[in-house]
Structure formats: C-alpha cells, structure tokens
C-alpha cells in the first residue's frame, strides 16, 4: 500500500497562476484533508472532507478549492496564486472524521 | 479556535530521556496525539491517547495526560540521534477535526 500519494512534490509558480495539486489514498478511508504548514505557524488546515460527497472549510480557506472526486482522491486548486500561499501543503486522510490522521509527503509551493 | 500549546526546542543528550510538553484548551478533545516530522518527510502518527486514560506505554515512548490541567507529555526513554525530528501534539476539537500545535524541535546531540 502507497498510503497517502500526493503530486507534484515541488512547484514554482508566478502570481496569478492557477494550479491543482491531487492527493489520493488507497487504504478506503472517509475523510481527506488539505493543510498548509508554514515555519513557526504549526498546522492549519484549509479545506476537509469527512466523506465523499461532502467538503468543509477549515481554519484558513481563503484563495483555495476543492473537490473530492472519489473516495480516493481530494484535490485542492489554487485559481490565482499569491505569494502568500507561498507554503509545504499536507494531504491527510483518516478512517473516519476525528480519528488518527495518514499524511503524505507534502508539496513544496513557491509563488513568486 | 482552540489552542494547543506547545514549547519550540529540546535539546538532550543521547541516552538520556526526553520529556516533550504541551497543554490544550478544549475540554470536550476526545483523543489526543502525538506525530513525528522528519526534514523534508510529511507527519507520522507516533502514538494516541484517549481521554479516559492518564498513561499509555509504547515501547520506548510514555504518554502522560493529566485531563484535569489539559496536559499531555510525550516521554521518550534512551533519546537516540534518530529520535531528532519535530514533534507535534494534537487534539481533536469540538468539530472533530484535528488542531495542532507549532511543533517542539528536539535535537539530540552525541
């Protein structure tokens, strides 16, 4: 079992720019989640969806989509990229909402 | 949101153990965490506690939670240099999502 795949590892991209980074999990768990983590910030967490069919804002939504398009798959779009999203982006997913997160291994995201 | 605090550095010496701290503020947190971020890697799940205990032993790693103080340590017996990570605590809020803290820095020096 892979766990959590997330692509691209790194991206740079210029203000303005839109981009969509995928994640997908195959250990058929309900809930997927996005967070950005940036240095002395700890974790938030932008978009989550508890399961399929259903998505929810997080603590810090602003400048962001998503769309959970299977079970397995829940991706977060940026439609115009700021330099403050500037960040490493986490896909997490859990067996059910509240329970003990996977996480993957994070895109590194420059917007210059 | 709720908040969970956590000390930035520890450093300790190989072999000794070391003891990382963090407080939460929501009361209702059913389960709480503790994850492990190398350089470079995303978060692995360490260990996990329930509310209705006050200790849980894994191997090298003790979990204490005091409920009554929201106060939950991470003990790591015999650090060793493998052990240098960020260590995040987190709780599971009233929303049942996840809040973390900032991430405790251990460095584990020879």
């Known amino acids: 079992n892979a766990g959590v795949t997330q692509t691209p590892k790194f991206q740079v991209l210029k203000t303005g720019q839109s981009m969509t980074l995928q994640c997908a999990q195959d250990?058929?768990?309900?809930?997927m989640y996005w967070y950005r983590q940036d240095p002395g910030m700890g974790l938030r967490l932008i978009y989550y969806?508890?399961?399929?069919?259903?998505?929810d804002k997080g603590e810090v939504p602003n400048g962001y989509n998503v769309s959970r398009l299977n079970k397995r798959e829940f991706s977060l779009r940026l439609e115009s990229a700021a330099p403050s999203q500037t960040s490493v982006y986490f896909c997490a997913s859990s067996e059910a909402f509240g329970t003990d997160q996977f996480f993957g291994p994070g895109t590194r995201l420059t917007v210059l | 949101g709720e908040d969970v605090e956590q000390s930035l550095f520890l450093s300790v010496r190989e072999g000794d153990s070391s003891v990382i701290n963090c407080t939460y503020t929501?009361?209702?947190?059913?389960?709480l965490y503790w994850y492990k971020q190398e350089p470079g890697a995303g978060l692995q799940l360490l260990t996990y506690i329930f509310s209705n205990m006050d200790m849980k032993q894994d191997q090298r790693l003790t979990v204490l939670l005091n409920k009554k103080d929201k106060h939950l340590s991470l003990r790591i017996a015999d650090t060793q240099t493998g052990d240098s990570a960020i260590y995040f605590c987190a709780a599971v809020n009233s929303g049942y999502a996840l809040n973390f803290g900032k991430g405790t820095s251990l460095l584990v020096t020879p």
């Open positions: 250990m058929n768990h309900n809930s």
């Open positions: 969806s508890a399961s399929e069919g259903t998505t």
């Open positions: 929501d009361s209702s947190s059913t389960y």
